[in-house]
């Protein structure tokens, strides 16, 4: 049995977006807008498609996962050492005996740090993860914005690109639960979006090798 499973199941999950990256942005766009840009009132992302193929999230992630792996390894190890201590308690003293309760003490107090740091961990883990996912929030937000003020639009909607199978009807009720039924292809900024991320991406690899 897994460590963590102490205390609750973990839940799954780049960069902050800069404002230097955000203002070159901005500036291509500010470029392209003498050229009066065509109003989008309402467009659509497919979030989900984007977290999947975001070129960083991904490896974040799994950066946090080995983390999370290795420091489970620890924590196992410390508890077994912990079980060992009360094994050999059990054998070398008897139960009630002045020895027998002075270790018994010594060894709840390892146990309680153990949970404690058990505790910890888990709450640094869930933080590395929550920030991952509050940067790419904030990520893509900035760039919805970016193109809203460009183009004048008001309302930007999730939607999900995924298609109907009748060999999966998981993809029945994923479509059918939708409030868009149709959308032109032509107010889909999700490509754009990951095309974006792809860049900012891209930038930092970039300057490094100058």
Same mark, same amino acid.
């Given at each position: 049995m897994r460590v963590w499973s102490l205390i609750a199941a973990t839940i799954l999950s780049i960069g902050t977006f800069s404002s230097q990256v955000m203002a070159q /942005? @901005? +500036?291509? /766009?500010? /470029?392209?807008a003498g050229a009066a840009a065509p109003k989008v009132i309402v467009a659509v992302v497919d979030i989900?498609? *984007?977290l999947k193929n975001h070129p960083t999230m991904k490896g974040q992630m799994e950066a946090i996962q080995a983390s999370m792996t290795a420091a489970d390894e620890e924590m196992g190890q410390r508890r077994d050492a912990i079980l060992k201590e009360m094994n050999q308690l059990r054998e070398q003293y008897t #139960?009630?005996?002045? @020895?027998y309760e002075a270790a018994e003490?010594? *060894?709840a107090e390892k146990d309680t740090e153990f949970r404690l740091s058990l505790i910890k961990k888990k709450k @640094?883990?869930?933080e590395a993860q929550a920030q991952v996912i509050y940067n790419v929030y904030t990520q893509i937000n900035g760039l919805l914005k970016m193109a809203s003020d460009h183009y004048g639009t008001q309302l930007v909607i999730r939607v999900s690109r995924e298609k109907m199978d009748p060999k999966k009807p #998981?993809? *029945?009720?994923?479509?059918m639960g939708q409030d868009v039924l149709y959308y032109s292809p032509n107010v889909d900024w999700t490509e754009w979006v990951l +095309?974006?991320?792809a860049q900012t991406a891209s930038r930092p690899a970039a300057a490094a090798q100058r």
């Open positions: /942005a @901005e +500036g291509a /766009a500010g /470029a392209t989900g498609h *984007i #139960e009630g005996s002045p @020895e003490k010594k *060894i @640094e883990f869930d #998981e993809t *029945i009720q994923m479509v +095309g974006q991320l």
